[in-house]
């Protein structure tokens, strides 16, 4: 195996994905919703294919979708982009990602990251010759610590990764962090990639505040996204990469050589989800945020104390009141003991240390699977 892939084993997700099937265990574990997005999306996609889009689709994405997306930026976040060139759409956020870095890592370059690490990072950073500097977003209450940030940044930094809201912690930066990396990133010269998937999954009085609308950020930054968590639709895998015209042309010169082109009949039917799913983003965010209370208030009851998380749809417990110090011990062993599935922090952190006790729990399920899972870890203690 080529030493660039060497972190490339199979997901957990895909590990604790199988493991939920095989012992008919519930799964809070991979993020992904039991609900699929709007009807009337789901219908957009179908006519699509009736209609005949089924053929390649233009390299940088079908001109309404490129069009809706950069709409929406303007409308939510104030972020002005040029549909013809400063868009191009992906095979979902993930693809964005990988061709960001090897569009722009060379080896011996450093990336800077919130770690824990969303799992395609490593790999991606990895696959370019790149070598990761981490920037622990830890526990217990998984926030950013000033100090570190600064000291992650050296002479061979290229490009900081920014994932906010976060993904597994569920920490939505500050204006305070935001302008503290824009600094960093300025004062280094550097590029900076933003993973915003959860951009509409944020609760209570936390706002997602792209870094690009930061001094000096707009020209160095790219933003990425994806219909997949905005439209409970992570199977379409249709992302985008918004940002400088020079950036996206780099970017979508590697993403033709990885799937030239993305879905054709899915593209439409973002398009329109973009430009009329306003008020269906905005009631399902507000139904997360009722799940996010509900599992909690379960984990609490069966005596896990959850990080009540400001953004995404995960949530953490620390699983040593449950007589475990190490996650992964405890995400193999709870299926087979209560038939539940959850995720290991562990698997995202080079401090493995610093991940140990920590559980991932997914709340974007149905209120009865979420009350079934309780129900069943009630029989753990
Ligand atoms: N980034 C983060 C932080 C994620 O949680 C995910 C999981 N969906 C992705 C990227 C990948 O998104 P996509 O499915 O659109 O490739
Ligand atoms: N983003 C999803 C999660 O964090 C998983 C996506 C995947 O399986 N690669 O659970």
Redesign the pocket.
């Known amino acids: 195996k080529a030493e660039r892939v060497r972190s490339a084993t199979t ?1 957990i ?2 590990e604790m ?1 199988a493991l939920a099937v095989a012992t008919g265990s519930v799964n809070l ?4 919703p039991d609900t699929d997005g709007p009807d009337w999306m789901l219908g957009a996609a179908r006519q699509a294919i009736a209609d005949g889009v089924n053929q390649y689709p233009p390299g940088r994405g079908i001109a309404p979708l490129r069009q809706a997306v950069v709409d929406h930026s303007r409308r939510h976040h104030g972020l002005e982009y040029d549909p013809d060139t400063e868009v191009v759409i992906t095979t979902g956020a ?1 693809e964005a990602l990988a061709a960001a870095m090897l569009a722009f890592v060379d080896p011996g370059d450093e990336v800077v990251a919130l770690e824990p690490f ?3 990072y490593a790999a991606s950073i990895d696959l370019a010759g790149g070598t990761r500097v981490g920037v622990g977003l830890f526990g217990p209450d998984f926030r950013l610590d000033h100090a570190e940030l600064a000291a992650a940044f050296t002479d061979r930094t290229k490009l900081v990764l920014v994932n906010s809201p976060h ?2 912690t569920g920490t939505v930066l500050g204006r305070d962090d935001l302008a503290e990396i824009a600094r960093l990133a300025v004062a280094h010269d550097v590029l900076v990639v933003c993973d915003e ?1 959860y951009e509409h999954l944020v609760f209570d009085d936390a706002e997602h505040v792209p870094l690009a609308t930061f001094p000096g950020m707009r020209e160095r930054t790219l933003r990425i996204s994806s219909s ?2 905005t439209f409970s639709a ?1 199977g379409w895998k249709i992302g985008w990469a918004l940002g400088p015209a020079e950036l996206v042309t780099e970017l979508t010169a590697v993403k033709q050589f990885l799937t030239y082109v993305s879905g054709a009949p899915f593209q439409p039917a973002v398009a329109r989800a973009l430009d009329e799913g306003d008020a269906w983003v905005e009631a399902n965010r507000v139904s997360l945020q009722g799940k996010r209370d509900r599992l909690a208030a379960g984990l609490r009851s069966v005596g896990l104390d959850p990080v009540v998380p400001q953004g995404t749809y ?1 949530m953490t417990t620390d699983v040593r009141p449950l007589g475990y110090d190490d996650g992964v011990a405890f995400c193999r062993d709870l299926p087979h003991r209560c038939g539940v599935v959850a ?1 290991p922090h562990q698997v995202f952190y080079d401090d493995v240390e610093a991940g140990r006790p920590y559980v ?1 729990w ?1 709340f974007c399920k149905e209120d009865a699977v979420l009350d079934e899972a309780v129900r069943r870890l009630g029989g753990l203690t």
């Open positions: 997901t997700f895909a994905s574990g991979q993020g992904f993930t969303y799992d395609s993904n597994p998937v997949g968590k992570t995960f995720i991932r997914a």
